[in-house]
Structure formats: structure tokens, C-alpha cells
């Protein structure tokens, strides 16, 4: 055990099916995922990340990968107007 | 909906102006306007004149100028002009027909120069929202006498009168606030109608705001703003002054309450919203200038969230909260984070979205990340050419306030967009057509109306169908239930799309019949479902996955128009081939058309006929098949004759065995929860009865009859369906 992964969900979700994998494993689905514009977030995925390995985000048919080096991790996916998720590492500061 | 518009000029209760009208109503004890202190309100100094605007000063210090000039020993020789009370505010109408709400906005703090207003239709035993204008610029012209106002409209509704031409007398602050009169007409001048408002309030909006503490955290009360370094004038802030600087008083409801949770305890937005409707004494589902606002310790979204605008189902805004985990300790700069997230929080309820997320809204403006506002976030501050950007230079800048645009739509936006319970969080413009469905503002009528939606959740190309219910508190004449199904006319259904219309729906099949009415109350109910699915106008109604808004109203036999509860449906996406399939056989005219006349044998319809066959034997076990099977059946158990182009006349005679067949698969299937509704289930067994007795068969009639009334009386079905069965 070397940290936690966590992958926000952020803007341009709207009752979407979300699945996130970890080296080709499926550790979280959710259906009906939609942001919520008052905290520009839909949904705080979070995984006890054993080690490196890659992520992978998949939502409308599209999906975006990453690989992860061992430690604590906070990610987010936002997706374009295109409906094409974008990863990238989550911006600091407070949410409200 | 109302037909009548406001601006024309028969519409004018007062074409012959008085201007004592209202005068008493507008009189407030001055020294209790003084001591109030509105910071919008008609005792700015700044009054009229072509001064440049002077920073904000309380009551107490305009007093305390008016006191030292008097003090001054040639002030007893010399006359001193006294101040001018400013005519920004709000005016309000007599409720005589139509009601005017009147916003005046060219003095005062942060003067934005528009006019705006809302229009409230008055009649029997309810006040209706009927809609809303604005104008966005104005001219402006003084006299020592006199302020003029015009400008052009925007309004909510389809009107000619668009011109809008206010004056005000001009009188000192010693008298009481005069009424504004608003004079309507066309571009080319012909006049419309005339309103006479009396002073109401120097605020723009009042708002009631019921504040509610979780047990260990201690609520934020005030900041002074210049314990830090900032861009305005330093002075004592708290939740309802920011927003008293923005012209939206706050009144406290009193009934604030600590909420006791464990010292553990994490909150959910299902949780929030739950406490929301448990502790919120104001809380009814519907539009209302009132909010929630909780002051609580963690949310399982993080110790980084510090507030959030959770109510997000249903109608929208009326609630949010702020987290207090990470900024409890009470140091300058945690006071200042705790008054910036509840004012945001609350901005949020006002149907504000962040400076950086407005691309978003609907319809989309451009994104303002450079913006000095409540609605930004200080770590996203840029504010563009070369300036420092971030938290540091946004907490130097920032004069605590909301920025111009944010400004206009808190003060001046149209009701629906701006009121907590209208439009949906993000929704501007794209849902004036349902203003005719907002909630009344006054109603003594004794009638309720509740709609509800059935399947719960259903895949697209599932029949939608719309239970109405009319509850009769006081004793009185009301439509037969039966008249209540839309095609009557007396009930009028409004369904917002995901797509951002709004179909006001127009049964295909209309019934013109007089009114059948029956004395009813003691809380006696008239339910009635209704197949909603198809339309006259736009067809399909439910054809995309997304969620639905649904709002119906009746007009009452004396004219008060009651409305519904608004209730939400959301169409799942198809996610088999199967349910595909379904959706496309189904979600076609000559489909919609044969499910509104419950089946027929025209050729014309030939096409939607083959569709319901095909999901009644191909998709038995789709939800649909239900519906398919009840309208094949109902066709089935009665005769149907076609006019042939010859002008013969060719009838085929009742299938009582394919019909009862058919409907018994429905009714079986929906004894228990699942299935069609109560209410389709009862009808299809009485329909069946009836087919019976057409063909002589009165004891098959009477046993389905009685199989109808037993299943009623199990489920507690209300007095007046199980009269219909009898």
C-alpha cells in the first residue's frame, strides 16, 4: 500500500457511465454521473493505489490513460465539449 | 394560459394617474428607514443629480451630515438643499387584474440604469407570476421636480407595448417615498397601460433566508474587511450585508435551529438535501424567494470542499451549505474564507455559476476568470494582460462584491432565472414559456393539484403517463374527474425538455364539452392518469434519454388557476439492442397516435398498429409491451367502423377474446407495484366490463366490474373512484 488515487470527476458531465481501471482492472463504475456546477465536480473517485500502473478512464465510448508512479495521487478528468475526457492532475486550492 | 397581456392598455387599472395613490401604503416611518439602513435604499445621498457617485454611506451618517450642517451657524440663514431620497427600489401595483412589480435601478449603490419588473396576474382566489421584463438601459432625466425614466423591454411574453416611461416625484428625505407611475407604449407611440406603484423597499429583492448550525460549529456572524488587505473600503461585513450591498435584503426567518449529528459525522448532497427538507422551516417544493443555508463541519467530497449548492433534484436552489472542517478557527483569514464561501454558496441559489464555469449556463456566456467577484474562485483569479493573477492578488483586489453582470441578473434577471425553486441551477432564458405554470403567490382557493409521473424511471420509447389528482379542501363545485384528463382543456400540462424547450402540451385529441361539475371538499381527491407521450404539435414529446420537467394547471369553474406540484422524470438511455429496438417502433407519429386512441383499425395508422403488435409479441418482457398490449386490447373489446371511400359503411364487431386476453396480461401484471398504473388498471378492467354489457353479457360485466372495485378498495383508492367503478 502506497497511497490513495483519487480521480475527480469534474465539468461536462451529464448522466454518464464512468469506469476507471487500474492495469486493465475495473475498480470503479457508476452510472448517471453529472457534474455539479456549484463545485465544478460530478464525482471524488478514490482507490488504494498498491503501486505504479496505469489508469485508465473510459466514459462515452472514449477513454483517457495515464501512468502512475507509486504515492498519493489526486487526478481529474474533465471532458471536452466533444465528450472527450481530458486527464490531467488536479488544480490545488479549496472548492466551493 | 392567459391570453390578456399587461402592457396593452385596456390592461391598465389607472389610466388617470393619481399620484396619492398608494401614498399611504409608501409612507414608512422615516426614522425606522434611517435606522435600517438600506444600502440600495431611497436615503442615498447621491440622490439624482449629475454628481459623481459618492462612496456608500450608512443612514447614520447621512444623519449625522444632515445634523452638522444644521449645527453650522449660517445654516440659519442660509437655506441647505436637503437630500433627495433616490427613487431606486422597488414599487409594487394595486392586485387589481394584473399586478405589476416594479424595480427602479438609476441611484443609489452601484446604480446599474435599468428598469425591470413582474407581472402578477390576479384572479378568483389566486395571484399567478405572469411574467417579467427589463430594461437594460435607460435614459435618465432630472428635473427639481421630477425623474423620467425610458428605455425598451424585454419581456417574457409577446407584447407591442415595449416602451416603458417611469417618472417619480423628486422629494427630500423628511417625506414619505412617492409612488413611481410606469406609462407603457408602442415604438411608434401608441399608448398602452399605466401602472401607479407605491414605494415598497429600497431593496431590489427580499429574500428569506433561514440559517441552520450543525452541533460544533460555530457560524460565521461578520468580517471587517480591512483586517486584511483588500480592494474596498473597509467595513463589517456580514452574509446579509454583502448581499444587502447588492440591493437583495436578507430577513432572517428566526427559526434557525442546531442540527446534532456525531462529532464524525460526514455529510452527502443526499443527506444535505434530506436535512434540508427535515429543518428547513420555509421548505415547500416550489419557486420562492427563500433559502437554506447550513453551517456544517465535513463533506465526503473533502476537506477542500468548503461549500456547496446541493439541491440539485426536483426544483432547484433552495438550499446549500458550507464546510467549516479545514476554516473553523476563527483567524482573519478563515472569517474572510467563511463570509466569501456562504455569500458564494448563497450567489449559487441565486442561479449564479462561477466566473470561469459561465460557459456552461444555458444558454453559455463567456467565461470571466478575471472577475473581482463572489462567484470566482481566488486561486483561478487571471485577470488577463501581463497582472498578476491567483489568490494572493485576487484577496488585495477583491472589494467583496459581485461583479456587474452577477449584478444585473441578482437585481434585474427574470424571475424564474433568478428565483430559488425556478429554473434549473445554470438555466437562464430557455424556459419562459412555463412562466404560466408558476406557483401562485397567493392562493385561498381550497384546491390542490398533484401530479406525479408513471413508470418511475423509463426507458425511452416507454409510454409516459401523467397521474393527476385534484385535492378539494373546501367545500366547493369542481370538474367531474374525468374532466380533468388534458383533452378536456381544463387541465393544461407543461413539460421542460432536456433539449431546453418547453412544450406546453396540445393532446391530439381534444374534447370540447361543457363543464361537468360536482360538489366536492373535506379533502376529497380527483385522480385521473393521462397518456402524455404523444402531441399535436411537436409529436413525440419524450424522445431523447434525459431528465423531463412536468407541471400541469387547472382553471377552477371561478377562474383560479391552481398548479401542480412540478415533478421530474428521467428517460434512461436504451442500453440493450432490444430496448433500441423498442424505442424505435415506438417513438414514431403513427405509434404516438395509436397509443392516444388506446388502438385503432385505421389504415391511416396502419404503421404504429404493427408497432404495437410487434413489441406486444416480439419484447414481452420490455416495459412497453404493457402499454402496447392495453391499447391492442381496448381496440380489441370494441367495434370499429370505417367510412370506406364509396360511402360504405364497414364495421368490425367486438374480439371480446382477444381484447380480454390482452387486458388481463395488463391487469395481472400490475396487481402489485409493477406494471401500468392503478388507474390505467382500473379503466382497462371498466372498459372490458362495459364491452361485456354492450354484448349482453351482464354477469361477465358485473364480475370484472367488482375484480376493478375490490382491487380499488385494497389499494384505498379516494371515494370518487370507486364511485366510478360502481
Known amino acids: 500500500m502506497t497511497g490513495q488515487l483519487e480521480v475527480e470527476l469534474g465539468t461536462g458531465f451529464a448522466d454518464d457511465d464512468v469506469a476507471v481501471y487500474l492495469d486493465g482492472t475495473e475498480v470503479w463504475r457508476r452510472g448517471g454521473v453529472t457534474t455539479n456546477y456549484s463545485v465544478g465536480l460530478a464525482d471524488v473517485v478514490r482507490i488504494p493505489a498498491a503501486a505504479a500502473g496505469t489508469l485508465e478512464v473510459r466514459v462515452r465510448d472514449k477513454a483517457r490513460s495515464r501512468r502512475i508512479e507509486p504515492g498519493a495521487h489526486r487526478l481529474r478528468v474533465d471532458l471536452d465539449p466533444s465528450g472527450a475526457p481530458r486527464m490531467g492532475d488536479a488544480p490545488e486550492g479549496p472548492v466551493f | ?90 414599487y409594487r401595483s394595486p392586485a387589481l387584474g394584473f399586478q405589476l412589480e416594479l424595480r427602479v435601478d438609476v441611484d443609489g449603490r452601484r446604480p446599474l440604469r435599468k428598469l425591470s419588473g413582474d407581472y402578477f396576474s390576479v384572479s378568483g382566489a389566486t395571484t399567478t407570476y405572469f411574467g417579467s421584463w427589463t430594461v437594460d438601459a435607460v435614459t435618465i432625466t432630472t428635473t427639481p421636480t421630477l425623474v423620467t425614466i425610458i428605455g425598451t423591454a424585454r419581456t417574457t411574453w409577446t407584447t407591442t407595448y415595449t416602451v416603458a416611461r417611469v417618472t417619480i416625484p423628486r422629494v427630500t428625505v423628511f417625506q414619505p417615498a ?162 466569501y464561501v456562504n455569500t458564494h454558496e448563497l450567489g449559487h441559489c441565486f442561479n449564479l455559476f462561477h466566473s470561469f464555469h459561465k460557459t456552461f449556463m444555458t444558454p453559455p456566456l463567456p467565461n470571466r476568470p478575471g472577475s473581482l467577484s463572489w462567484m470566482n474562485y481566488p486561486q483561478n483569479y487571471a485577470p488577463g494582460g501581463g497582472a498578476p493573477g491567483g489568490a494572493a492578488a485576487f484577496w488585495g483586489a477583491f472589494p467583496f462584491q459581485f461583479d456587474d453582470l452577477e449584478l444585473a441578473h441578482v ?42 409521473v408513471t413508470p418511475d424511471r423509463p426507458v425511452l420509447g416507454t409510454p409516459v403517463v401523467l397521474e393527476i389528482k385534484l385535492v378539494v379542501e373546501r367545500t366547493q363545485q369542481v370538474h367531474r374527474r374525468e374532466q380533468l384528463h388534458p383533452k378536456y382543456r381544463f387541465v393544461q400540462v407543461a413539460i421542460s425538455r432536456p433539449r431546453g424547450d418547453v412544450v406546453v402540451h396540445q393532446p391530439p385529441v381534444s374534447h370540447c364539452a361543457v363543464p361537468d361539475l360536482v360538489l366536492d371538499g373535506h379533502g376529497e381527491s380527483q385522480p385521473i392518469s393521462a397518456y402524455i407521450g404523444y402531441d399535436a404539435t411537436v409529436g413525440q ?39 433500441e429496438q423498442v424505442a424505435d417502433l415506438l417513438l414514431t407519429d403513427q405509434a404516438g397516435m395509436a397509443l392516444t386512441l388506446l388502438g385503432s383499425d385505421s ?124
Open chain 2, 411 to 452: 437585481r434585474h434577471g427574470f424571475r424564474n432565472n433568478v428565483i430559488m425553486g425556478g429554473n434549473p441551477f445554470g438555466t437562464g432564458a430557455a424556459l419562459e414559456a412555463e412562466d404560466g405554470f408558476a406557483d401562485p403567490v397567493l392562493d385561498t382557493s381550497g384546491l390542490e393539484l398533484r401530479i406525479a
Open chain 2, 541 to 579: 414529446i419524450f424522445e431523447d434519454p434525459g431528465t423531463y420537467r412536468i407541471r400541469a394547471s387547472y382553471v377552477a369553474p371561478d377562474g383560479s388557476l391552481i398548479v401542480s406540484n412540478a415533478t421530474s422524470v428521467r428517460i434512461a438511455a436504451p442500453r440493450t439492442e432490444q430496448s
Open chain 2, 178 to 339: 412617492p409612488p413611481a407611475t410606469i406609462r407603457w407604449s408602442t415604438p411608434t407611440g401608441t399608448p398602452g397601460a399605466t401602472y401607479a406603484c407605491s414605494w415598497e423597499s429600497g431593496a431590489f429583492r427580499t429574500v428569506e433566508l433561514e440559517q441552520d448550525t450543525e452541533a460544533g460549529v460555530t457560524a460565521f456572524a461578520s468580517y471587517n474587511t480591512g483586517s486584511l488587505p483588500s480592494g474596498g473600503p473597509a467595513r463589517t461585513l456580514s452574509t446579509a450585508g454583502a448581499y444587502a450591498e447588492a440591493g437583495v435584503q436578507m430577513v432572517d426567518t428566526g427559526a434557525g435551529n442546531v442540527i446534532t449529528t456525531s462529532s464524525s459525522h460526514i455529510w452527502t448532497n443526499a443527506s444535505l438535501h434530506n436535512a434540508m427538507v427535515a429543518h428547513f422551516s420555509r421548505y415547500q417544493e416550489r419557486s420562492q424567494f427563500k433559502v437554506w443555508l447550513l453551517h456544517a463541519m465535513r463533506h465526503e467530497l473533502g476537506v477542500g470542499l468548503r461549500g456547496i449548492m446541493f439541491d440539485q433534484q426536483g426544483l432547484q436552489r433552495q438550499g446549500c451549505a458550507s464546510f467549516y472542517q479545514a476554516i473553523s478557527a476563527g483567524t482573519a483569514a478563515n472569517l474572510r474564507e467563511q463570509l
Open chain 2, 1 to 90: 394560459m392567459t391570453v390578456m397581456e399587461p402592457n396593452a392598455a385596456y390592461a391598465g387599472q389607472d389610466l388617470s394617474f393619481d399620484q396619492q395613490v398608494g401614498a399611504d401604503e409608501a409612507g414608512r416611518d422615516l426614522y425606522h428607514q434611517i435606522t435600517t439602513a438600506d444600502p440600495s435604499g431611497p436615503l442615498s445621498p447621491a440622490g439624482l443629480d449629475e454628481r459623481p457617485p459618492e462612496p456608500h454611506l450608512t443612514a447614520d451618517e447621512v444623519l449625522q451630515r444632515i445634523e452638522s450642517r444644521t449645527l453650522e451657524p449660517e445654516a440659519a440663514s442660509i437655506p441647505i438643499p436637503l437630500p433627495t431620497r433616490a427613487a431606486s427600489g422597488r
Open chain 2, 603 to 726: 389504415r391511416y395508422l396502419a404503421e404504429g398498429t404493427r408497432a404495437l403488435e410487434t413489441v406486444a409479441s416480439d419484447y414481452g418482457d420490455h416495459p412497453a409491451a404493457l402499454y402496447a398490449k392495453l391499447a391492442l386490447g381496448i381496440n380489441a373489446a370494441r367495434p370499429y367502423t370505417e367510412v370506406l371511400e364509396n360511402g360504405e359503411v364497414r364495421t368490425r364487431e367486438r374480439d371480446l377474446g382477444r381484447g380480454e386476453n390482452l387486458l388481463r396480461q395488463v391487469v395481472d401484471a400490475s396487481r402489485g407495484d409493477e406494471g401500468v398504473d392503478n388507474l390505467t388498471v382500473y379503466q382497462a378492467l371498466a372498459y372490458l366490463s362495459d364491452a361485456y354489457r354492450g354484448e349482453g353479457d351482464e354477469n361477465r360485466a358485473q364480475a370484472l366490474k367488482e375484480d376493478a372495485r375490490q382491487l380499488a378498495e385494497s389499494k384505498n383508492e379516494p371515494v370518487s373512484v370507486l364511485r366510478s367503478l360502481e
